[in-house]
């Protein structure tokens, strides 16, 4: 891993063993079955674009991969430990995986320095000092550097939402999970949010992220999995899901939303 705090480089694992595995993950809710045999595999440094119509399971898949819901049957493995393991320590899960959501979720009365130090001071045992210049370090990367003694409602909901990366980003996580990050933004907003997972990528950041914009999942994705009904009903290079999609209902869906 490199000390440089100007940079976000993924830490290196050892060959191309993948970083988030699945297999055959089942999740239900109260009897309805939310994930059905999902298998998933993430190699490092690649993007996986999740794309399916609302309610077909995207943000549950994330939310098992970070154990913030049990999954009824199958298993999750990062760095090829297994995680749904009932003897591993899910809070150190958690702390190896990043996630942003919809909806920033910074906290109103921390600055945005505050906010994004918080987790590597407490969490991570970071001493303040190096915490912060690892967060300026990052807030200059993404383009906010003026704005780290600014409170989050000062600030645009694309600067909120860079925000929300850089803090997820501060604990120099193995995988970060991005759920729909642009969904809550005016529409001349989503395009500087989207330009960050692109340098991201560019960085060597391994991301799954569940989107809505095709365009861009097209773009970035290495790999694209369609969603129905909580089954990955169709996988593949972004080529071939967007260009030459072999299921009627991936058409349908593409169809419906391009
Ligand atoms: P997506 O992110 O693709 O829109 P979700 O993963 O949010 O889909 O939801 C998949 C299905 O699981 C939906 O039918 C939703 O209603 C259901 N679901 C999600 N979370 C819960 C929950 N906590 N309790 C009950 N049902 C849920
Ligand atoms: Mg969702």
Not at 12 to 31: I, N, Q, W, Y
Not at 72 to 88: C, F, K, N, Q
Not at 213 to 237: K, N
Request: negative net charge; hydrophobic residues 40%.
């Amino acid at each position: 891993m490199s000390d440089n705090p100007e940079t976000v480089e993924a830490v290196h694992a050892s060959g191309d063993a993948p970083v988030l595995r699945m297999e055959s993950v089942r999740k239900t809710f109260g009897g309805s079955v939310v994930l059905r045999d999902v298998d998933l595999e993430v190699a490092p440094h690649t993007v996986t674009a999740l794309i399916g119509a609302s309610g077909s399971g995207k943000s549950t898949l994330l939310r098992c991969a970070n154990l913030l819901e049990d999954i009824d049957d199958g298993a999750i493995w990062l760095d090829g430990e297994e995680i749904t393991d009932p003897r591993v320590d899910q809070d150190a899960v958690r702390r190896r995986i990043g996630v942003v959501f919809q909806s920033y979720n910074l906290f109103p009365h921390m600055t945005v320095l505050d906010n994004i130090t918080l987790a590597p001071r407490r969490v991570h045992g970071v001493p303040r000092a190096e915490a912060e210049e690892r967060a300026r370090a990052l807030l200059d990367r993404l383009g906010l550097s003026g704005k780290a003694g600014a409170y989050p409602d000062r600030l645009s909901g694309g600067q909120q939402q860079r925000v929300a990366i850089v803090r997820a980003l501060a604990v120099r996580p193995r995988l970060l999970l991005l759920d729909e990050i642009t969904a809550a933004l005016d529409p001349e907003l989503v395009g500087e949010v989207l330009n960050v997972v692109r340098d991201l990528k560019a960085d060597g950041m391994t991301m799954v992220l569940a989107t809505h914009e095709m365009g861009f999942a097209r773009d970035v994705a290495d790999q694209v999995c369609f969603l129905d009904g909580g089954v990955v009903l169709e996988r593949g290079t972004a080529e071939q899901v967007f260009g030459d999609p072999r299921q009627e209902r991936t058409r349908q869906f593409l169809r419906r939303i391009v």
